[in-house]
């Protein structure tokens, strides 16, 4: 009798090469985990032990001094924070909304306007008024200063932002869609609100993220605008804690030395230092799960051309 040979499996064939570009994947992801873990860890350890024995993922010694000198600022810090959280939501949603409004008119060849307005959001990309122009425009002008509204409407609109999302809805909503959503009567509001902005939640999201991001880590305006103590963000009251912690180094050398060193020994400057990291950081990262999804998508549409 002759042996009829199975076929192969061609997922057994595939087996080896996906488990070596799996663990390739594996390594990559752990080594881009692997320093924040690190600042984590520092900032958790006794300052002397720090300088004595190096960075390590386990040290000898535990301690919350760089915590407990951050939070000496007390109700600032989360005074701070909750002026943070505002402006990246209430930032996030305005410029959602507007870059939204602005990509999907430039995306319609029915306005007869577009080529201006692509002209008018690709040039500012290219050149920018300055700091001075952009500066007497917010306090003079719009009178911005020492308001809430500094923090948020400089950084609402972003050119490039224009320009992803006015690509975006020319590949991802078909002219169908608009065209039928016109025959039955729908306005212009109507069909952006109820069946684009539906239909790319996925880009939406993308450049939501993106702001987000933008409005967590800003501490330039808060320098430019804001004085009052009520107003100052998360990241610039941190800037000025280390500034204020600098300077108290700097000037330390010009103490007796008994007073220099007492000085010296109580301020946990590096462990301070990712102490701040790790608050700027991490509730910002606890927010990228929730635009996964979407994020994903945004950034794969169009990758095939049908």
């Given at each position: ?301 169009g990758a095939v051309k049908e």
């Amino acid at each position: 009798m002759t042996k009829t040979k199975r076929p192969k499996d061609p997922h057994a064939l595939s087996f080896g090469p996906n488990l070596i570009i799996n663990l390739l994947i594996g390594v990559f992801a752990l080594l881009c985990v692997l320093p924040f873990i690190l600042v984590v860890m520092i900032s958790f350890t006794d300052e002397k032990t720090l300088l004595l024995n190096g960075y390590r993922l386990f040290p000898e010694k535990f301690s919350l001094a760089a915590y407990a000198y951050i939070f000496q600022a007390g109700d600032q810090l989360l005074h701070s924070y909750g002026i943070t959280i505002f402006i990246t939501i209430v930032g996030t949603i305005l410029s959602v909304l507007i870059t939204g409004l602005y990509a999907y008119a430039l995306s319609r060849d029915s306005f007869k306007y577009r080529k201006l307005f692509n002209f008018l959001a690709f040039f500012t990309m290219l050149f920018g008024g300055g700091l001075v122009p952009t500066y007497i425009v917010c306090t003079n002008i719009l009178h911005l200063r020492d308001s809430i509204w500094a923090l948020i409407l400089p950084m609402i609109l972003n050119p490039f932002f224009i320009i992803v999302l006015r690509t975006f809805f020319k590949t991802s909503i078909p002219d169908s869609v608009v065209e039928s959503a016109y025959i039955d009567g729908a306005g212009e509001w109507r069909i952006f609100f109820q069946i684009v902005f539906p239909l790319s939640l996925p880009g939406l999201a993308t450049i939501g993220l993106f702001s987000a991001l933008g409005f967590w880590n800003d501490w330039f305006n808060a320098l430019l605008y804001i004085d009052n103590p009520k107003l100052i963000p998360l990241q610039y009251l941190l800037m000025r804690i280390e500034n204020s912690m600098d300077f108290l180094i700097q000037n330390a050398t010009k103490l007796s030395s008994s007073q220099s060193a007492t000085i010296l020994q109580s301020l946990p400057r590096e462990t301070t230092r990712m102490a701040m990291v790790v608050l700027a950081t991490v509730p910002i990262a606890l927010a990228y799960p929730f635009f996964q999804k979407y994020f994903v998508q945004g950034l794969t549409i169009g990758a095939v051309k049908e």
